[in-house]
């Protein structure tokens, strides 16, 4: 809900529409199903001060100190797609199991 945009395979940006949205969490579903982390890529054209961001004493760093206020900088998204990769179980989540 944060990605307002969608960048095309010739690299333009078109509105997400409710279509798009759906596909995007269907594919994520998928994915998902058959064990795979997802993980969704977008970027922000319009990152004001942060553009210049050089590390903490920069006058925008407040914005990046508590994850409640992420939602102010990531927001009007465009997405441009996503990867998904298999997460092996950790070595002491077998014992875990058999301990159930």
């Known amino acids: ?17 409710d ?6 969490t269907a594919e994520i579903n998928s994915l998902a199903k058959r064990a795979l982390r997802c993980l969704g890529m977008a970027f922000s054209d319009s990152l004001g001060n ?29 997405w441009v797609g996503m990867v998904a990769m ?3 179980p950790r070595e002491e989540v077998k014992a875990a199991m058999k301990a159930c």
């Open 1 to 17: 809900e944060r990605c307002t945009h969608v960048m095309t395979s010739n690299g333009s940006k078109i509105a997400l529409s």
């Open 19 to 24: 279509k798009g949205r759906q596909a995007i």
């Open 50 to 78: 942060l553009a210049s961001f050089d590390g903490p004493e920069h006058e925008s760093a407040k914005l990046l100190r508590d994850p409640s206020t992420f939602v102010n900088v990531e927001s009007k998204l465009t």
């Open 86 to 88: 298999q997460d092996p």
